[in-house]
C-alpha cells in the first residue's frame, strides 16, 4: 500500500478511529490523527517505534513475532494502553495483515479506537442492573411488569411468597394480572387512572392469595411507552398493609364498641326505660355486627321463667307472645333459673345455644346466646343466629361480653332507681296524707275551740253575770273576784280565737287567700314592728281551695321564721300567678344564715316542711341566703297538676272518712 499517496493520506487522516501501519519488523510508518489524540503522541514521535512501545504487549497471535501462524485478519482484541502522559485508556484493536503476491508477510495495520468510557458505561450499566436485579429479588414488596394487555412479564419472588404461589413461574401460568385482585374491578379501576395520569401512587386494593384469602394492598404503578409515546405495558409496586388494616380494623372495632356503650349509657341517661335501653342495645349490636336477627330475655327470678324483652328481625306475622327459648343444656337453664346462683365476674362468658319456637314449630331457629350479668348474677341473654356467630373473631366476642356486662349493670341501676322512685312516690303519697290529714285536723280543732270551747266560755261569762247581780254591791270581794274571773275569760277568749285563727283562719274558707293573708300580716305588723310588703299579682278568680293552703301556710313559716330568727326590719311577700306556675316570693333585710351549716339555734323544720310542700304539688323550692345577705325564699307551683289533685282528692276523701268516722 501506498500511505505516501496523498489521497490515500487524506482519508486515513479523516478516519475518527485511530489508523496504525507497521512493516514486516514492527516499525511504525504512519499514525493518523485520531492515534495522535488517544495515544497522546505525535506522527512525527511515533515514526520508526515498534508498535510495543505503544501496547506494551505483544499477544501470541501476533503475525511479525510469530511468522509460523496462518495469518488472519478482522482479529479484534481489547488492550489497556499507556498515553504518553501516564494515563491507562481501554482500546479495541483490529488487525489486519499485509500480504505481498507471494504471501509472505509486508506489514500490519492496527485499527483501534477508545473504549474508555463505554467500558466505564458497561461497567455502570452491569453495576446498575446488579443493584436493580438485587432490589428486585430482595425487598420484601410486591414488583411486577405487565404487558399492555395485563400479560405478567416479570415478577420477583415476594410477589410470588406474599400471595403464596410456590414460585414466579406458577405466576406466569396466570392469564391476566387481574387474577391476582380480589376482585378484578380494583385493577380496571388502577388501571384507569394510570391511563389517565400516566401513573397511580398509593393506591389502596385488595389482593387475592392463592388460596382466595385476601391480602391489603397499596399499589403504586406507571406506564411503559415506546418512541411514540404509546402505551406497551405497565410496572408497579405493592406493600402489604393487612398488618395496618388490621390494626385500623381492630381500632374501629374499639370505636364501635364505645360508641355502642355510649349509645346505649346516653339512652339510658335521657331516659330510665328498661325497653328502651334495651332495643337501643340490640338494634347497635346487630348493625355493628351484621345481624339478621336478634332478641333478648331477662330473667325473672320470681315467677321462674324467661320473658322475652323485644326481638328484631322476624317477620311482623309472627306471634312474639308464643316464642319461648328451648336450651339445648337443661342444666344451665336451671342454674339460671336458680335464685341463690352467683357467677364469678368475667369479662366474657362462654356462648350458649337456644332454640327459639313459637306455634309454628318449621321456623324454629337456633341461636347462639351472650350472658347479660347483674351483680354477679345471671339477669338474661343477648341471642343472635348461629350461623351468623361463627365469623365472629376474638374482638366481636370482647364486645358482646363488654355490652352484656353494661347492660347488667343498667338494669340494676334502672331497678334501683325505679325502687327509689317508687319510695319517693310512696312518700310523697304519705306526707300528702300527713299534711292533708294535719290541715283537717287543725280545721277540727279550729272550729271545736270556736264553736264549743268558744260557747262554753260566753256560757261561764252569762252565769258569772247572773250571780254578779245577786251578790250584794256592797261585798266588794266577791265583786272584784268576778271581775277578775270575767277579765280572765275574756282574755282566754280571745287567745282561743288567735289559736282557733292560726290553726285554720274562717277568712281563707270564706273569702279566699288574699283577705286572710292581707289579715294576717296587718294583725303582725301591729303586735311586732316589722314593716310587711304584701301584694297579690293576677288572681281574678279563687284558686283551689288546697293551693290556698299551701300558700297560706308558705307565708305563715316565711313570717314566722323572719320574727324569730333574722332580726329583720321588713319583710315582703309576693304571689304572682302567671302560666304555668304560681310564684310565690317571701324576702327579708336580716341576718341571714348558711344554709350548708347544721344551726342548732335555727331549726330547719320549717323550711323543710315548705319543701315537701312544694314537691307534693310538682313545684321547685329555691333558697337564697347568706350570713349578713339576708334571706329569699322562691318557689313555683304548677296550675295544672291533675296527677297530684288526683292524689289531694283520694286523700281528701280518705282523710274524710277518719273524720267522720271520729265525729261519729
Known amino acids: 500500500m501506498d500511505i505516501h499517496n496523498k489521497s490515500v493520506t487524506d482519508i486515513f487522516n479523516t478516519l475518527s478511529d485511530a489508523f496504525m501501519i507497521m512493516d514486516a519488523t514492527g516499525k511504525i510508518n504512519y499514525f493518523n490523527p485520531a492515534a495522535e489524540r488517544i495515544t497522546g503522541y505525535t506522527k512525527v514521535e511515533t515514526t520508526g517505534m515498534e508498535c510495543t512501545d505503544i501496547f506494551q504487549t505483544c499477544d501470541l497471535n501476533c503475525p511479525i513475532n510469530n511468522r509460523d501462524i496462518a495469518h488472519k485478519n478482522g482479529i479484534t482484541r481489547e488492550l489497556e494502553i499507556t498515553r504518553q502522559d501516564g494515563k491507562k485508556i481501554l482500546v479495541e484493536c483490529t488487525r489486519n495483515v499485509l500480504l505481498d503476491s507471494d504471501g509472505c508477510l509486508q506489514g500490519v495495520v492496527e485499527v483501534f479506537k477508545n473504549i474508555s468510557q463505554i467500558k466505564c458505561l458497561e461497567n ?7 443493584k436493580y436485579r438485587r432490589l428486585f429479588e430482595t425487598t420484601k414488596d410486591m414488583i411486577f411488569i405487565i404487558s399492555k394487555e395485563g400479560i405478567i412479564i416479570e415478577a420477583n419472588q415476594a410477589m410470588a411468597d406474599l400471595l403464596d404461589y410456590k414460585d414466579k413461574e406458577e405466576l406466569y401460568l396466570l392469564s391476566n394480572i387481574e387474577h391476582v385482585f380480589i376482585d378484578p374491578i380494583h385493577w380496571h379501576v388502577c388501571k384507569k387512572h394510570i391511563d389517565l395520569n400516566g401513573f397511580v401512587q398509593d393506591f389502596e386494593v385488595g389482593f387475592k392469595k392463592k388460596d382466595g384469602t385476601r391480602l391489603h394492598g397499596c399499589l403504586s404503578a406507571n406506564t411503559f411507552l415506546d418512541d411514540h409515546e404509546n402505551i406497551v405495558g405497565y410496572e408497579g409496586i405493592a406493600k402489604d398493609i393487612t398488618p395496618r388494616m388490621d390494626s385500623f380494623r381492630r381500632l374501629y372495632k374499639h370505636h364501635q364498641e364505645l360508641l355502642l356503650l355510649n349509645t346505649v349509657s346516653l339512652t339510658m341517661n335521657s331516659s330510665q326505660n328498661l325497653k328502651e335501653v334495651l332495643n337501643t342495645a340490640l338494634d347497635e349490636a346487630m348493625k355493628l355486627l351484621n345481624f339478621s336477627i336478634g332478641t333478648i330475655f331477662l330473667i325473672n327470678h320470681d315467677q321462674d321463667r324467661f320473658e322475652l324483652q323485644t326481638l328484631k328481625g322476624l317477620p311482623e306475622q309472627v306471634n312474639k307472645t308464643m316464642i319461648k327459648p328451648i336450651f339445648h343444656d337443661i342444666q344451665l337453664m336451671e342454674f339460671f333459673l336458680g335464685k341463690d346462683n352467683c357467677l364469678t365476674p368475667k369479662s366474657i362468658f362462654p356462648s350458649f345455644k337456644i332454640t327459639l319456637e313459637n306455634a309454628d314449630k318449621r321456623r324454629s331457629i ?58 319517693r312516690e310512696e312518700l310523697k303519697h304519705l306526707t300528702a296524707r300527713l299534711f292533708q290529714s294535719q290541715e283537717i285536723e287543725c280545721k277540727r280543732i279550729a272550729r271545736e275551740l270556736h264553736d264549743e270551747t268558744g260557747s262554753a266560755l260566753i256560757g261561764i261569762n252569762f252565769n258569772l253575770e247572773a250571780v254578779e247581780k245577786i251578790i250584794p254591791s256592797d261585798d266588794l270581794v266577791m265583786n272584784n273576784m268576778i271581775r277578775n274571773i270575767k277579765q280572765q275569760i275574756n282574755d282566754t277568749y280571745l287567745e282561743m280565737r288567735r289559736i282557733s285563727h292560726l290553726l285554720h283562719p274562717a277568712l281563707l274558707t270564706d273569702l279566699g287567700l288574699e283577705p286572710a293573708l292581707d289579715s294576717y300580716l296587718n294583725q303582725t305588723a301591729r303586735q311586732s314592728s316589722l314593716n310587711i310588703d304584701f301584694k297579690m299579682i293576677g288572681f281574678t278568680d279563687r284558686i283551689n281551695p288546697d293551693i290556698e293552703t299551701v300558700l297560706y301556710r308558705f307565708s305563715q313559716e316565711a313570717l314566722s321564721n323572719t320574727i324569730k330568727y333574722a332580726r329583720a326590719s321588713f319583710f315582703k311577700l309576693s304571689i304572682i300567678k302567671g302560666y304555668p306556675s304560681i310564684i310565690f ?43 349578713g345577705m339576708g334571706t329569699r325564699i322562691r318557689i313555683e307551683i304548677p296550675i295544672k297538676t291533675s296527677g297530684l289533685s288526683i292524689l289531694k282528692e283520694e286523700s281528701s276523701n280518705f282523710l274524710q272518712e277518719i273524720y267522720e268516722t271520729k265525729t261519729h
Open 124 to 130: 455502570n450499566l452491569i453495576y446498575s442492573e446488579f
Open 585 to 627: 316570693v317571701a324576702e327579708d333585710d336580716g341576718i341571714g344564715f348558711d344554709p350548708n351549716q347544721n344551726n342548732q339555734e335555727r331549726p330547719s323544720l320549717g323550711l323543710l316542711s315548705m319543701r315537701e310542700r312544694t314537691a307534693i304539688w310538682g313545684g321547685k323550692f329555691s333558697l337564697r341566703t347568706g350570713k
Open 366 to 423: 337456633i341461636l347462639s346466646c351472650f350472658l347479660i350479668t347483674e351483680k354477679g348474677r345471671p339477669s338474661g341473654f343477648m341471642a343472635f343466629p348461629l350461623s351468623e356467630t361463627h365469623d365472629l373473631v376474638l374482638e366481636d366476642f370482647n364486645l358482646l361480653g363488654s355490652l352484656g356486662n353494661f347492660l347488667g349493670g343498667s338494669i340494676a341501676n334502672i331497678k334501683l332507681i325505679r325502687t327509689v322512685q317508687k319510695h
